[in-house]
């Protein structure tokens, strides 16, 4: 009698173990390996758009882990810039169409690198400056404003170009 109780408490146990939550982890793991392909396709394309854009510019940038692109092309002689400093920069801002989407308009403004809401491709370029450099940066999607874009004036899925000088550090 025990026997047979315990062969049912364990058939129930291994019934009960294939439950729709396994079942919707299956459907998650079939629905990631796609998204992954699909992820790891666009980022390429892009890494493509932004080569070819750099090319016809004749740029020679230097290409971070993280897939961002930059260039000092006038530089600075003061400290390295560094997170938790907050930075004082004028930029301009722009599509890989060379649309203007917003400037400083030599009025610096500041940010504290690594804490204030600014993309995070601005957060790492900066930690490549030091004051009075002036850079051309180029910001991946992933490290610009994602797929979302800015809800104003940048798109969605959009390249960033920043044309970027640290006027100051505190």
């Not at 992820?39 to 394309?45: C, G, H």
């Not at 491709?121 to 979302?148: N, R």
Request: one cysteine or more.
């Amino acid at each position: 009698m025990k026997i047979t109780a315990y062969i049912i408490f364990l058939f129930i146990l291994v019934a009960c173990s294939n439950t729709p939550e396994k079942e919707n982890k299956n459907e998650a793991n079939k629905l990631k390996e796609p998204l992954i392909k699909l992820n790891k396709e666009i980022s390429e394309t892009e890494s493509e758009q932004i080569d070819k854009y750099i090319k016809r510019r004749n740029w020679n940038m230097q290409e971070t882990g993280t897939g961002l692109r930059y260039m000092i092309y006038q530089n600075g002689n003061g400290v390295q810039a560094k997170t938790g400093n907050i930075a004082q920069i004028n930029f301009e801002i722009s599509l890989l169409n060379g649309t203007t989407v917003y400037s400083s308009n030599n009025k610096p403004e500041a940010f504290t690198i690594g804490h204030d809401n600014v993309e995070s491709g601005l957060h790492e370029a900066l930690t490549y400056l030091k004051i009075g450099d002036k850079a051309k940066v180029i910001i991946p999607i992933h490290l610009a404003f994602g797929l979302a874009g800015d809800m104003n004036k940048i798109p969605p899925r959009s390249t960033l170009v920043y044309d970027l000088e640290l006027v100051s550090l505190k």
